[in-house]
Structures are given as C-alpha cells and as structure tokens.
C-alpha cells in the first residue's frame, strides 16, 4: 500500500509532488501515461508565469520542474490509470498494465485539453498563431486583428476579453444566435472593436513557417467566401476534461461533479470523498493556468498530508 497516488503530471500534478515529498510524506508515485509535463508542453510560448521573464516554448519551460519535484523521492510510474475506486479507506488504483495499486490518498490532477474544431491548418498551427487560450496568448497580439472561433459563453467572453489588447476581433460562428448569456451577447454586440461573423465557418488557416497569415471563411447560407488576413485565430469549440478514471463499474462517478463535467473542490481541493484531492484544469472554476494549476497542487497535496496524518 503506497500512501499517496498522484494521477497525472502537468503542472498540478508535479506541484503535488513536490509538497508532499518535501512534506514529509515517504510513498508517494505519480502516475503520468507519458512524460510528465502536461499540455504546456505542446504550446511553443509561455510567458506569464510568474518569475519566469524569458519567454520559452512549453518543453523547456517544463523541464526543470521535472528535476525539481523528483529530487525528494516522488516515483514516476508510466502507465495510465483505467479506474479509481474507493476501497473501505483506501483506494484501489486500476493500471492499463492490468495491475492493481492500493493508495490511501489520491490525487487526481489529471487535467484536460481543448477540443479541436478540425478545420485545415489547425494541426499544422497549433500554438503559432491557433490558439485556444486567451489570456495565455491574447497579448502576442497586441494591436493586431484577431479571429474567434465559437458562439458559447466561453468565445464571446474571451472575444470580448481579447479587446483589451487587439485592434479588432472577428468573432466568427456557425449560427446567427449564440449559446451564451443574453448579458454577454449584449456586451459583444456593443463592443465596437468586435465585427460579428455568421452563420460562418472557417475553412482554412494558412500561413508560412512564422506562422499563421490568415483564414479562408466561407458563409454557410450563400455560400460566399471571405479571407482575413490576421496572425491570430481564437478557437472555442469545446474542452474535454479527463474525469474517465472516476466512472465506476456501475456507472457512477466516484465523486461529485458539476453540471459541466469537472471535479467539485472546495478550497482546500477536497473532493466529496474522504481522502480524494482534484487539483488543476479537472476541477470547477479553474482558470486554465500553469500558475493556477501549479498552486492547486501544492494545496492539494498540503491537504492529503493533513489527511494522511489524520489516518495516524
Ligand atoms: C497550446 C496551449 C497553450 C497554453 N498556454 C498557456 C500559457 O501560456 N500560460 C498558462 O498559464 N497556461 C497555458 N495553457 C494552459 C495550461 O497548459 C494548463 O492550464 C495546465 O497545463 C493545466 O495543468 P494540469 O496539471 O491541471 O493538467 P495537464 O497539463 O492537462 O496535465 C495532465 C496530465 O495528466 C496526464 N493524464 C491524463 N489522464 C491520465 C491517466 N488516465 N493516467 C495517467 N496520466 C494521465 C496527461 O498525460 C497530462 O500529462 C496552455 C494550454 C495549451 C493546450
């Protein structure tokens, strides 16, 4: 029986890791199905994490947390976790290797990833001029136009928030009427520097090896194409949470969960279950941040050691 499992190794996880080795706790293994780092790694910028002034691609942004959180005797297991289930007072930790591994705590920071809107050129940009985080890469755009992508709450609060920095943002979606709150529809239709594109898709972003140069749209009524020469395009089609491993053998999930899928927390990262922490982007309200996800699991992990402590 280990005492600590720590699923999943962005941010949140390694932060984890960290406090709860250094705080004293012996038995701790982070799980993580590839090489610990999360989605950061896939970005080729990051430049807002505190503390941090040079810009870096997400892999060398990464690389010296892996050093740091395994210095004081966490374990990396490589193998993805199937299943948690809750076991009398402890957990049983199903692997895809077929194997079992009894924790007395968990740590679920098993993070999540924006859907794709599958449109030519997306892969290709990704993360040099497509985007699906505002607040991470609005500012390389500062003064510049910008597209979005999307009709929910998310895409016109982040439309309305990319306005702040760019010049102009076409907001771009399939439909004439929005998913969102009638506030915040309100708000982007008053914002002068937000030029509403519907019922439109994009086609294509193309660009060159510095990137993205524009979109081909195409009007889903009449058919009629427009191009928009912007370097940066927004997309907000969606986010998938990895809560899988919580589905139960009947069903059910091991804790509770909001309306939109994530982990309910309270402040100190309890989930519902005794004994069961959500740290990072799988839990409510998260803000979808290194920094975030980084202080969520140091609390997390603060909190399992009181618990594991509380054990005796
Ligand atoms: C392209 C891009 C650019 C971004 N840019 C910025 C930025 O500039 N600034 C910023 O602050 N944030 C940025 N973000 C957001 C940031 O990456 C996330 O908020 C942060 O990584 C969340 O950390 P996490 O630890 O909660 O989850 P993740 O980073 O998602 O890590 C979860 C880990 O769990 C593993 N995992 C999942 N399921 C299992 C399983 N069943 N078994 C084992 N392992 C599993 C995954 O492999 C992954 O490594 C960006 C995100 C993307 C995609």
Not at 87 to 103: A, Q, R, T, V
Not at 135 to 149: H, P, Q, R
Not at 232 to 256: A, P
Request: with cysteine; net charge negative.
């Amino acid at each position: 029986m280990i005492n600590l499992a720590i699923i999943g190794g962005g941010p949140a996880g390694l932060s984890a890791g960290l406090y709860a080795t250094r705080g004293g706790i012996k038995d701790v293994v982070l799980f993580e199905r590839g090489m610990p780092g999360g989605q950061i790694t896939s970005s080729s910028e990051i430049e807002n994490y505190p503390g941090v002034k040079e810009i870096m691609s997400g892999i060398d942004f990464m690389q010296p947390w892996q050093e740091q959180c395994f210095r004081f005797g966490l374990t990396h297991n490589m193998n993805e976790v199937q299943m948690v289930a809750k076991n009398g007072d402890h957990f049983d930790i199903h692997l895809s290797d077929g194997s079992k591994i009894e924790s007395k705590a968990v740590i679920l920071s098993t993070g999540g990833r924006p859907k794709k809107a599958h449109i030519k050129g997306e892969d290709e940009f990704w993360g040099r001029g497509v985007s699906t985080c505002a607040t991470c890469d609005g500012f390389f755009y500062k003064n510049k136009e910008v597209a979005v992508l999307g009709g929910g709450d998310t895409a016109l609060e982040e439309a309305i928030y990319l306005t702040r920095m760019c010049s102009k943002v076409y907001l771009i979606h399939r439909r004439d009427g929005f998913r969102a709150a009638p506030v915040t529809i309100e708000h982007v239709k008053n914002n002068p520097k937000i030029e509403i594109l519907t019922p439109m898709v994009i086609e294509e972003v193309y660009g060159d090896n510095s990137g993205v140069s524009g979109i081909r749209l195409n009007n889903i009524e009449t058919n009629e194409k427009r191009e928009l020469n912007v370097p940066g395009v927004f997309i907000f089609v969606g986010y998938d949470v990895n809560t899988g491993i919580l589905r139960q053998n009947d069903g059910s999930m091991l804790c509770k969960m909001n309306d939109m899928g994530q982990v309910m927390v309270n402040l100190n990262m309890k989930t519902s279950v005794e004994g069961l922490f959500a740290a990072g982007d799988i839990r409510e309200s998260s803000q979808k941040q290194v920094v975030i996800a980084a202080g969520d699991g140091a609390t997390a992990a603060l909190s399992a050691i009181e618990y594991l402590q509380s054990m005796g």
